[in-house]
């Protein structure tokens, strides 16, 4: 186990973790009430570039599965998010932002539809059946709201096609983006999705049972050694490249959908009914006072951003970075962070604060970096 992590119930070990372990996991976090590997062996930079050429197999089960089973599962669903589901079909994933009475975002889980009234919410790190089960009671719903025994196994990079339809066939070849279909391992059926937390393509076994989690690492992993496959995470560098946003660290509660870029997921003109619609409506309306972009700036490598960082142009202070790091493709320092409205489209010299005693310079970017 890393250094400075207590470890107890409460921090919840995974179908994978005794594999990670034994792979040299140097380092977790905590996603959920369970861990998620965030180090192996290499440099953040060598797992970047490994990322982009090869295959890796990541243990996401930190993506807990709120499953909501009933006749109102839909309704309750259509009531969180401002996203419209009514065309959604069975072996849709859906990236659906959660919001509440006044248009902040809960969490921004990918939804499954598993049949006409079965759903999956692939979750980010926010307590979000809590708010299901809050509404569900409240509203009086007819749905079962639980937590799937459900254990998402991702295989990501530019092999990760090959290596999955050599091990469970070829027809995997057509399932489309944000698709999924099912598999069958160890005399079980098994749900895999063309997703995963990186640009550099994928797919995600959501393996139900906790108890066949070692076999499927242990399947995978044999069957990628030709592949050059390695245990990994989520990459950071390649994350904020690619403009993937992290619930906790790019938004909260405190931001709204259309601040992430999230307009073409909202309805907004009337014709769904959801919590907080008159709030983003408003916002809508009025537009949003900032939005989340990216930034590319020089100067030595940056370091963590554990705490924002304050982005300024002409001495004042219009935003703030918080996500960063050094990206070794771009020789230059990457982040993203919330600018305010008026200099969304600045193409001055802005600069950076990263809280270490040196500023740095830089120009505002859209995504992908």
Not at 164 to 169: E, H, T
Not at 183 to 198: D, E, P, V, W
Not at 281 to 309: L, M, N
Request: include cysteine.
């Amino acid at each position: 186990m890393s250094e400075g992590l207590n470890m107890s119930r409460r921090i919840r070990r995974t179908a994978y973790t005794d594999r990670v372990e034994r792979e040299g996991v140097s380092g977790f976090s905590v996603v959920n009430h369970m861990l998620l590997p965030k180090a192996f062996k290499q440099s953040v930079e060598d797992d970047y570039w490994h990322l982009r050429e090869h295959v890796q197999l990541w243990d996401v089960s930190c993506q807990r599965q709120v499953q909501i089973v009933g006749v109102d599962a839909t309704k309750l669903i259509q009531l969180m998010t401002p996203r419209d589901i009514g065309t959604m079909r069975i072996g849709d994933c859906l990236y659906v932002p959660i919001v509440d009475q006044n248009g902040g975002l809960i969490n921004d889980p990918v939804l499954l539809k598993i049949s006409s009234k079965k759903y999956w919410l692939s979750i980010a790190d926010s307590d979000l059946l809590l708010y299901a089960l809050g509404l569900a009671t409240g509203l009086k719903l007819e749905v079962i709201i639980s937590e799937a025994d459900v254990w998402p196994l991702s295989v990501q990079g530019p092999k990760a096609e090959d290596l999955v339809a050599n091990l469970f066939g070829e027809e995997i070849r057509r399932i489309g983006f944000f698709k999924f279909d099912w598999i069958n391992f160890k005399g079980t059926k098994q749900l895999i999705a063309r997703s995963g937390y990186s640009r550099q393509g994928g797919f995600e076994i959501y393996l139900e049972g906790k108890d066949l989690g070692s076999e499927l690492w242990d399947l995978v992993f044999k069957a990628g050694e030709k592949y050059n496959i390695r245990p990994g995470c989520p990459n950071i560098i390649e994350r904020v490249e690619g403009g993937l946003f992290s619930y906790g660290n790019e938004m909260t509660r405190e931001n709204n959908p259309l601040e992430i870029g999230l307009r073409k997921f909202c309805s907004l003109d009337g014709s769904v009914e959801y919590i907080g619609r008159e709030a983003i409506e408003k916002i809508a309306f009025e537009g949003e006072i900032q939005q989340i972009r990216g930034v590319v700036f020089a100067g030595p490598k940056c370091p963590t951003c554990s705490v924002p960082w304050p982005v300024v142009l002409d001495g004042k202070k219009i935003g703030q970075l918080t996500s960063g790091m050094y990206s070794p493709r771009l020789k230059a320092n990457v982040a993203l962070g919330m600018i305010i409205r008026e200099f969304w489209d600045t193409i001055k010299v802005v600069q950076i604060d990263c809280l270490d005693g040196l500023t740095r310079q830089g120009k505002l970017s859209n995504f992908p970096l």
